[in-house]
């Protein structure tokens, strides 16, 4: 017994002796074949070559790549509801368009631009009725970690804010150019990628503004509407219906923002002849609503399957007819419970129905 546990032993470490100190397979260098040009023939022309996938000459020539600005350009988001870009824009620009919430557009601009810096700290000078000069703009790097954790100077720069309205006044562009940079560590020059990066920053820090603005406007405008405009009514047949005195297209898209609230799917829809084909299935008991109470949903009076909604013009506005999965109209007891569902729905959400 003695001789075989020892033996076991010896074999179990040249085992893995066998795995742990294996000689590495050496390298093999590869021989690179240089690609040889495309030859073109006579009377034909060679293909356009795109420049943009191109390896910085820098890079090529043997730079290290941490000393090269690299990073992809920055893009204008234009979050705001009335706001654009125009393709193919080479400027750092965006465009706002006048809606029912901005009444007179430059007048509103010039405004939010006051604002924008106001709330943001920003010292700006007017130079002109439709630019500004900013003061340094500053950022900082979060240091240390934890308890120890701070922020230091990284780079200041100084921006023109320009509004350039268009000759219809529907339409104005807000244009940012960088006027001044300064590193705080350092006297290099900023790259022209590295420009437009902060240009394009603090361009989306003044859509980011004007679109918090115009978000605030149209809930304040929203909760002005009237409280409900469906009313219940009885068609030419004799059939429950609903009426409403917005025009078709403003319903049809109305009623798609309450369908969730409303425990109804939208299985399939006809757009041409504004039918919506729909399941409905009732709500279960949210766990944190039982828990922390409030008001409850109320749910429609229906059975659990498919049903259909159509949609009618009328000379007063639209009409909503219910109807089972079959197409049958649905009776006034029915048509009745649903309007009470939809009014409270309605006033809850304070969408335009």
Same mark, same amino acid.
């Given at each position: 017994m003695h001789y075989?546990?020892?033996?076991?032993?010896?074999?179990?470490?040249?085992?893995?002796?066998?795995?742990?100190?294996?000689?590495? &397979?050496?390298?093999?260098?590869?021989? !690179?074949k240089p690609i040889k040009p495309l030859v073109v023939p006579a009377g034909l022309k060679a293909p356009r070559t795109p420049a943009q996938f191109d390896v910085p000459s820098k890079v090529a020539s043997g730079v290290r790549g941490e000393e090269v600005e690299l990073r992809a350009p920055m893009q204008v988001l234009a979050v705001s509801t009335n706001a654009m870009v125009e393709? &193919?824009?080479k400027e750092v620009r965006v465009f706002f368009e006048r809606n029912e919430y901005t009444g007179e557009l430059l007048?509103?601009?010039?405004?939010?631009?006051?604002?924008?810096?106001? =709330?943001?700290?920003i010292e700006a000078e007017k130079t002109a009725a439709m630019s500004w000069q900013t003061g340094w703009v500053s950022e900082y #790097?979060?240091?240390?970690?934890?308890?120890?954790?701070?922020? *230091?100077?990284s780079q200041q720069s100084r921006f023109n804010i320009e509004?350039?309205?268009?000759?219809?006044? #529907?339409?104005?562009? !807000?244009? !940012?150019s960088l006027l001044e940079h300064k590193y705080a560590d350092s006297d290099k020059?900023?790259?022209?990628i590295a420009k437009r990066r902060e240009e394009v920053h603090f361009l989306n820090r003044i859509v980011d503004h004007v679109a918090t603005v115009e978000l605030a406007l149209i809930r304040e405008a929203k909760a002005k509407l009237p409280d409900v405009l469906l009313t219940r009514a009885v068609n030419d047949k004799n059939e429950a219906v609903l009426l409403t005195?917005?025009?078709? &297209?403003? +319903?049809?898209?109305?009623l798609e923002l309450i369908f969730e609230k409303l425990s109804l799917e939208v299985t399939d829809l006809n757009r041409t002849d504004y039918i919506f084909?729909?399941?409905? =299935?009732?709500? *279960? +008991?949210?766990?944190?609503?039982?828990?922390?109470?409030g008001d409850e949903q109320p749910v429609l009076p229906l059975a659990e399957g498919d049903y259909q909604l159509l949609l009618n013009k009328s000379d007063k506005g639209t009409i909503l007819k219910w109807r089972d999965k079959d197409g049958a109209a649905l009776d006034q007891a029915t048509v009745d419970a649903i309007y009470d569902v939809l009014v409270t729905t309605i006033r809850n959400e304070k969408i335009e129905l």
């Open positions: 075989w546990i020892s033996g076991t032993v010896i074999a179990s470490v040249l085992l893995s002796g066998c795995s742990s100190w294996s000689s590495a &397979d050496p390298s093999v260098s590869a021989e !690179v393709e &193919d824009e007048p509103f601009l010039q405004q939010q631009m006051q604002d924008f810096v106001l =709330k943001a700290n #790097r979060e240091t240390g970690w934890w308890f120890w954790k701070g922020e *230091e100077l509004l350039q309205p268009k000759t219809h006044g #529907r339409t104005v562009g !807000v244009q !940012v020059p900023i790259s022209p005195t917005q025009s078709i &297209d403003v +319903a049809w898209n109305q084909y729909l399941n409905f =299935k009732k709500p *279960e +008991a949210g766990f944190w609503g039982s828990i922390w109470g």
